[in-house]
Every structure is written in structure tokens, then in C-alpha cells.
């Protein structure tokens, strides 16, 4: 198994694809996702355009669906939920889709999309992640930051260095037989530094500091929780996410 992190979806190869790829929008998009799931969503259906995503989810009944949109970190007016991951109660989510489009991690998912396996990671199910990738050994793994519309964004690199740490502590392997290219190195190194204050690194995040202008605390603070919920997002279908 070959490692590769890339920190914002435009920076991945357009000439091949992965066996699989993994998603990660630690605030909040990924972190969202696995919340759903694990409240017993009955999907995750994404979309990059919000005119899409009301003609699609106009199908479907209004008891079975749930409708998120946001931009900029704000909800957007109109839709049922913004993309707090602490809106998605069990009583809120159970047997229902949730049709959601946000400014940069439904993009990473779109980018993809055409790998074996897509699955979508966030520090709250880490370890799922890992476990996944131990137990299926794909050849090529992307781990593929979201950033915020194009630039690098700390949280999302530190995500993808936990889990490239807990793969590698898990294999036999040394470094240079598991990494693919430099960035693995470089998110290891960052989060080998802010693993027991990945909060203080949200704080120091440009995307925090949006969320904290939005009164968004209690969102870092469950966003940057390790392990807390043992639940892998897949890909079904291109934009559909359900839980493995
Ligand atoms: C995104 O997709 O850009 C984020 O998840 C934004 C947010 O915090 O809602």
C-alpha cells in the first residue's frame, strides 16, 4: 500500500486514479458526513450546486430527506440545516438522506469520484478509516485535503497526517516503503506536533477563525475529537455516500 496526501483537491493527478481515495474536511464537511451515518442517516448525497441538489431532492419525500446547504461557513437561506455536524441528531437524522452541498468538501468528493474505493475521513472516525485501509490493503491510497477554495488549509493536512501515523504504526513498513510523496512526511510532521491540541490548531486555522466568527466553537470543539465514532462513509454511487 502506497500512501499519497494531497492538500487540496486540484493538486491530484488528472491522468490516473487511485484505488482508492479518501476525502477529508475536518470543519466540517467530512466530519458532518460521519455524524449522519453514524445517527443512522440512510445516506449522504452530494452535490457542488445547489440548484441540483433542490431538483434531485424534490424527488423524494419530505419526511425521508434533509436538505443542507452552506457557503462561506454560513448556512444557506432556505435550507434545513447548515453543516454543523451537531445539528444532526439521531431524532433529526434516522432513515433519512441528506442532500448537502458546502463550499470545498462535496468539490473533493466530485474530484474522486472515479477511484474504486471513496470513502471520507475526518478526525471523529480516524481509526475507521484506517481500519478500512489495513484490512483491504488498496495498492494506491490518496488522502485528498479540501481546503478552502483552492488554498491549504492546516486541519485538513493534519487529518490526513493521522491517518497516514496510525497506518504506518500499524504496518511493518518503514516510511519510505508506505509514502508516495513528500506531503505525507510533512502531514505526519504536523500532526505529530498538534496531536493533543488539535483544538488550539483550529484556532490557528484560517477556516476556525471563519467558524469562530460565526459563533461556531462548540463545532471545533466537536470537530476535533479523535476516534469518537466507529463509522466509515463510502461511496455507493457517484455522490452517494452510505455507510460501510
Ligand atoms: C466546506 O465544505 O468548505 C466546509 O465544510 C465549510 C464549513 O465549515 O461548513
Redesign the pocket.
Known amino acids: 500500500m502506497k500512501l499519497f496526501v494531497y492538500h487540496t483537491p486540484e493538486l491530484t493527478p488528472t491522468d490516473k486514479v487511485p484505488e482508492c481515495a479518501i476525502a477529508v474536511?475536518v470543519?466540517?464537511?467530512t466530519t458532518t458526513m460521519a455524524t449522519v451515518l453514524s445517527a443512522g442517516g440512510e445516506a449522504v448525497q452530494v452535490f457542488s450546486n445547489l440548484d441540483q441538489l433542490m431538483e434531485v431532492s424534490e424527488k423524494w419525500a419530505a419526511e425521508k430527506r434533509l436538505r443542507a446547504g452552506?457557503r462561506g461557513?454560513a448556512k444557506v437561506p432556505g435550507f434545513e440545516l447548515?453543516?454543523s455536524p451537531l445539528d444532526c441528531t439521531p431524532e433529526l437524522v434516522q432513515g433519512r438522506r441528506l442532500f448537502i452541498s458546502?463550499?470545498?468538501?462535496?468539490r473533493t468528493l466530485q474530484r474522486i469520484q472515479d477511484a474504486k474505493a471513496v470513502l471520507t475521513g475526518a478526525f471523529v472516525n480516524r481509526a475507521a478509516v484506517v481500519q478500512y485501509l489495513l484490512e483491504q490493503q488498496p495498492e494506491t491510497v490518496w488522502i485528498v485535503g479540501?481546503g478552502?477554495e483552492g488554498s491549504f488549509s492546516l486541519e485538513d493536512t493534519a487529518c490526513a497526517g493521522a491517518i497516514a501515523h496510525s497506518v504506518l504504526q500499524q504496518t511493518n513498513l518503514s516510511p519510505d516503503e508506505q509514502a508516495g510523496n513528500d506531503e505525507v512526511f510533512s502531514a505526519i510532521a504536523l500532526y505529530s506536533q498538534w496531536q493533543d491540541n488539535l483544538l488550539g490548531l483550529f484556532h490557528h486555522a484560517s477556516?476556525g477563525k471563519r467558524?469562530l466568527r460565526l459563533n461556531c466553537h462548540e463545532d471545533l470543539k466537536y470537530c476535533s475529537q479523535t476516534d469518537i465514532l466507529d463509522v466509515l462513509p463510502i461511496q455507493q454511487e457517484p455522490g452517494v455516500l452510505k455507510k460501510y
Do not use: F, I, K, V
Not at 102 to 106: D, F, Y
Open positions: 474536511d470543519l466540517r464537511a452552506e461557513g447548515g453543516n458546502t463550499t470545498n468538501g462535496t479540501s478552502w477556516h467558524l
